[in-house]
Structures are given as structure tokens and as C-alpha cells.
């Protein structure tokens, strides 16, 4: 199998959190994040399917549904332990540790080593990132332009599952180094955009959260990996 495609996110310190959002972003507090690399784009269903073929696992919801199934798309319809499932799964057959992002390392990626910027790109986002008009299902990954550190997709098409236990207002006790969120919640926190909303994209700083078994159309995942 084909090891995923990832970019390398350096270390270092960054403003997380937003004063001009939700409650939740607030306060905007610096935190130092270890260096660690994080997939191009979300998990796609051609990479999702060889997990599937493995581990003998039930395919999710909209699998076979056309608007969905493209190879090129991202999977959907993952509940968040089926996404810590693959990664757990790609551990053990590519020798090396994977895991979800948590949010201080989607949210550096996001950034793309920008500060106070309201979009991934910088201060507005790039022409034809996210389409316009009626669709019925997301679009493929790739399709739009890198941020500054080469991260495709990031805040558009799919709500993407993180490691942490949400809580909104860990912020104000969050740890300033490497942060990993509460120790314990009813909800598992997910960042970005989906195709399904309106607006179809989010900002670096914009949270969102769902209880860990649900199942959602506009729900995917991308990985992570802390190093060798």
C-alpha cells in the first residue's frame, strides 16, 4: 500500500484561538507545538478502502451512494472511533505511529504559520476554492490551493475529527505546551468547514463538536503523525 501523503508542520509557538468568533475561541492564548507531519488532504475513500479490505470492518453510510463514492473524495460517515480505527490500523501495517490531530495541531497546520488571519490562505480565500451553487455531496480533495505549508482542503469540504474531548472553555485552562484538551467529555471536538452548510468553509480558529458514535455526511477525518 501506498504510504499517505503528508506535510511537515515545524515546531513552534502560535496564537490559538480567536477574539473575533464564538465564545469557545476565546481567550486567544500561545501554545508551542512539537513538530509532527499531517495529511495533504482528508482521508480519501480509495484510502479508506484498503482499511475496509484489511481489517473486515462494515463499510459506513453513503458508501455506495454515488455523490459520495468517488475515490477521490473524502470518506464520510466515519464516527470518530472508526477514524482512530484506521489510524491505529495504518500504525501496525506501515511500521509507524498515526493518529487524529489534536486541535492545536489542526489549528497550527490550518494557519500555515499566518497570525490573525481569517482564512487558511490568509486574508480572504482563494478563487474557486470551494464551489458555488447547489451540490449534492462533497467535491474531490485537491482540487483547490495549498496554504502556506502546503496543506490542501483545510477548513473546506468536510468537518474533520480531532483527538480531544471538547469542552468550551478549556482555553481558559488549556496548557500552553502541546495542549491535548480535557481529560474526559460527552463530545469529541472537529474542526472545518463542510459541503453541506451554506458557508462552505471555517476559519483556522473556528471549533465544532460531536459525541464520538455519530454519524454525519459532512464528517471525515485527516491523520497525523508525531514523528518516527
Not at 482521508?43 to 459520495?68: C, G, I, Q, S
Not at 489510524?87 to 489542526?106: D, Q
Not at 485537491?142 to 468550551?168: Q, S
Request: net charge positive; with cysteine.
Amino acid at each position: 500500500m501506498r504510504l499517505p501523503d503528508v506535510v511537515a508542520i515545524p515546531a513552534g509557538p502560535f496564537a490559538m484561538g480567536s477574539g473575533l468568533g464564538r465564545e469557545d475561541e476565546r481567550p486567544v492564548h500561545r501554545v508551542h507545538v512539537e513538530a509532527f507531519e499531517i495529511g495533504r488532504t482528508p482521508v480519501t475513500n480509495a484510502e479508506y478502502a484498503a482499511f475496509l479490505e484489511a481489517a473486515r470492518v462494515e463499510t459506513p453510510p453513503w458508501w455506495r451512494d454515488p455523490r459520495f463514492a468517488d475515490p477521490d473524495r473524502p470518506v464520510v460517515g466515519v464516527t470518530w472511533f472508526e477514524a482512530g480505527a484506521y489510524a491505529r490500523w495504518l500504525s501496525r501495517v506501515t511500521g509507524r505511529r498515526w493518529r487524529l490531530p489534536s486541535e492545536a495541531e489542526w489549528e497550527r497546520a490550518a494557519r500555515g504559520g499566518l497570525e490573525d488571519q481569517p482564512t487558511a490562505w490568509g486574508s480572504a480565500l482563494p478563487p474557486g476554492e470551494v464551489p458555488e451553487g447547489k451540490i449534492s455531496g462533497p467535491w474531490v480533495v485537491g482540487r483547490g490551493a495549498p496554504n502556506p505549508y502546503g496543506v490542501l482542503d483545510m477548513g473546506t469540504i468536510v468537518h474533520e475529527w480531532c483527538l480531544d474531548w471538547y469542552d468550551p472553555g478549556y482555553y481558559a485552562r488549556s496548557s500552553l505546551r502541546s495542549p491535548r484538551g480535557p481529560r474526559r467529555g460527552s463530545r469529541r471536538s472537529s474542526r472545518g468547514g463542510a459541503w453541506r452548510h451554506r458557508v462552505r468553509w471555517s476559519p483556522p480558529a473556528a471549533r465544532s463538536s460531536l459525541p464520538p458514535n455519530f454519524r454525519y455526511s459532512d464528517y471525515g477525518f485527516r491523520i497525523v503523525s508525531p514523528g518516527r
